[in-house]
Every structure is written in structure tokens, then in C-alpha cells.
């Protein structure tokens, strides 16, 4: 049976090629296989379960029809997303899993997250993150009027726009040796995950033995998804949007 992966699809209305996309990549690729792990950044944003636009409500019920064919759906929050609550994961028929999480595919201990607290060089961005993560800051946050979030989800990504162009690619890329750790920690030779937009499978070394990171692609030009079954190698495949 097949796993699936995908992550940074940022859907927004603005872009309804790459929706138009990922609901045909659904029913040809999704439907009744063992399991799809999208892992962050599937919205461009979200500020709360309760806001229900048509763009969402149509992505849960294309989600729910593919949980309803017997695929087990996973769904990771991401730099983008992090507020996606339990309501929204109840309609679509997905599980939240937090970040990072180890999952055994086919045997073999798998650590999957965003990616985004990977790239610790971002010190500026790092700090940003702790405060978005934090459980009250959060609650305080969805307890404002819905217009006030729309406001504030606008001029936070004004502001994170404005910052990215001044950046260093490097400094937007993980820290190899936060890989390491963060593998070695969880006693794993493989790691999944997104954010950073650049898909690839990286050889590399941890705990003294050979070690693979794989980086799953952003949509924008093309859909980007990751196929993990039994007696293959993982592999990473694309198809123009």
C-alpha cells in the first residue's frame, strides 16, 4: 500500500489553479490508498475554525470523501496554518499531528515535521514562532472578532513578506546540525518535512549511521507529493499544475 506526503500547497483564493489542482491530485492520487500526510502550510493562512470560507469548506468536503474511501488522513500545522483546530480536522476526517511526530512507515521509524523550527539561523523568525505557538497567546487571539483576526493574519503577512526579502537564502534553509540533533533525538535515520521549499532527498550521517532527509516541494508551478510504499525507495514525483 502507498503513504502519501504533501505540504506547502498555501491555499488561498487568490490561486485557484493550484485548489483546482490539489482536488484532482486528490481523486487521482488520494483515494483509497493506506494513508496522506499533508505536513504544514496547506492554507496560506488560517485564523480560526470558525471562519468557514467557501474555499475551506470545499477542501473539507474533497478531504472527507478521501477519509470516507478508507485513506487514513494526517494533517501537520505549519508556519502558515498553526491555528487549524480539532472542528476543522473532525469535518475533513483528519487526524492533527503535532510537530514534530514519529510514525513507522512500512518498519521503518520516520520523524515527520514542518520544518520551520529546523531553520534555527532565522534567529528573528524563531522568536516570532514561540510567541505565535504559545497556548495563550493563541486563545486570546480566536476569542477576537473574526474581522479583527482577518486584519491581523493581513499585516502579519505584509510584515513577513517585507522581512523575507532582506534574508539570506541560507538563513531561510534548515541548520544541518539542528537536523542532526533533532534526529538523533528521536532515534530515527529518516526525516520528512516541508516549509522551505526546496525538494530533495539529502543523504546524510546520524547516530554514525547513513541517514536520509527528504524535502517535500511547495505548489506553485507544480503539485509536489512524496510516495512511500513497502519494497521501494522513497520518491518524490511532480506534475505541473
Same mark, same amino acid.
Given at each position: 500500500?502507498?503513504?502519501?506526503?504533501?505540504?506547502d500547497?498555501?491555499?488561498?483564493?487568490?490561486?485557484?489553479?493550484?485548489?483546482?489542482?490539489?482536488?484532482?491530485?486528490?481523486?487521482?492520487?488520494?483515494?483509497?490508498i493506506?494513508?496522506?500526510?499533508?505536513?504544514?502550510d496547506?492554507?496560506?493562512?488560517?485564523?480560526?475554525?470558525?471562519?468557514?470560507?467557501?474555499?475551506?469548506?470545499?477542501?473539507?468536503?474533497?478531504?472527507?470523501?478521501?477519509?470516507?474511501?478508507?485513506?487514513?488522513?494526517y494533517?501537520?500545522?505549519?508556519?502558515?496554518?498553526f491555528?487549524?483546530?480539532?472542528?476543522?480536522?473532525?469535518?475533513?476526517?483528519?487526524?492533527?499531528?503535532?510537530?514534530?511526530?514519529?510514525?513507522?512507515?512500512h518498519?521503518?521509524?520516520?520523524?515527520?515535521?514542518?520544518?520551520?523550527?529546523?531553520?534555527?539561523?532565522?534567529?528573528?523568525?524563531q522568536? $516570532?514562532?514561540?510567541?505565535?505557538?504559545?497556548?495563550?497567546?493563541?486563545?486570546? $487571539?480566536?476569542?477576537?472578532?473574526?474581522?479583527?483576526?482577518?486584519?491581523?493574519?493581513?499585516?502579519?503577512?505584509?510584515?513577513?513578506?517585507?522581512?523575507?526579502?532582506?534574508?539570506?537564502?541560507?538563513?531561510?534553509?534548515?541548520?544541518?546540525?539542528?537536523?542532526?540533533?533533532?534526529?538523533?533525538?528521536?532515534?530515527?535515520?529518516?526525516l520528512?518535512?516541508?516549509?522551505?521549499?526546496?525538494?530533495?532527498?539529502?543523504?546524510?550521517?546520524?547516530?554514525?549511521?547513513?541517514?536520509?532527509?527528504?524535502?517535500?516541494?511547495?505548489?506553485?508551478?507544480?503539485?509536489?507529493?512524496?510516495?512511500?510504499?513497502?519494497?521501494?525507495?522513497?520518491?518524490?514525483?511532480?506534475?505541473?499544475?
Amino acid at each position: 500500500m502507498t503513504i502519501r506526503f504533501i505540504s506547502d500547497l498555501h491555499l488561498e483564493e487568490s490561486r485557484p489553479d493550484i485548489t483546482d489542482a490539489f482536488l484532482a491530485f486528490l481523486k487521482d492520487k488520494a483515494m483509497g490508498i493506506e494513508a496522506l500526510y499533508i505536513l504544514g502550510d496547506f492554507f496560506e493562512a488560517w485564523i480560526g475554525d470558525d471562519e468557514q470560507t467557501p474555499l475551506q469548506n470545499r477542501v473539507a468536503d474533497a478531504l472527507r470523501e478521501v477519509s470516507d474511501s478508507g485513506t487514513a488522513l494526517y494533517l501537520m500545522h505549519g508556519n502558515r496554518d498553526f491555528l487549524i483546530g480539532e472542528d476543522f480536522g473532525n469535518r475533513c476526517g483528519a487526524e492533527l499531528l503535532p510537530d514534530p511526530t514519529v510514525v513507522d512507515l512500512h518498519g521503518t521509524p520516520t520523524l515527520l515535521m514542518h520544518g520551520d523550527s529546523l531553520c534555527t539561523a532565522d534567529v528573528e523568525y524563531q522568536k $516570532f514562532r514561540a510567541n505565535m505557538r504559545n497556548e495563550q497567546w493563541q486563545q486570546m $487571539f480566536l476569542q477576537r472578532p473574526l474581522a479583527d483576526r482577518q486584519m491581523v493574519a493581513r499585516q502579519l503577512r505584509e510584515i513577513s513578506m517585507a522581512k523575507n526579502q532582506g534574508k539570506a537564502e541560507t538563513i531561510m534553509d534548515v541548520t544541518p546540525e539542528e537536523v542532526v540533533r533533532e534526529m538523533e533525538h528521536h532515534r530515527v535515520q529518516r526525516l520528512i518535512h516541508g516549509h522551505t521549499h526546496r525538494p530533495a532527498i539529502h543523504p546524510l550521517t546520524a547516530s554514525g549511521q547513513p541517514a536520509w532527509r527528504i524535502v517535500l516541494g511547495d505548489w506553485d508551478t507544480h503539485a509536489w507529493w512524496l510516495d512511500v510504499t513497502g519494497d521501494q525507495e522513497p520518491a518524490l514525483h511532480k506534475r505541473p499544475l
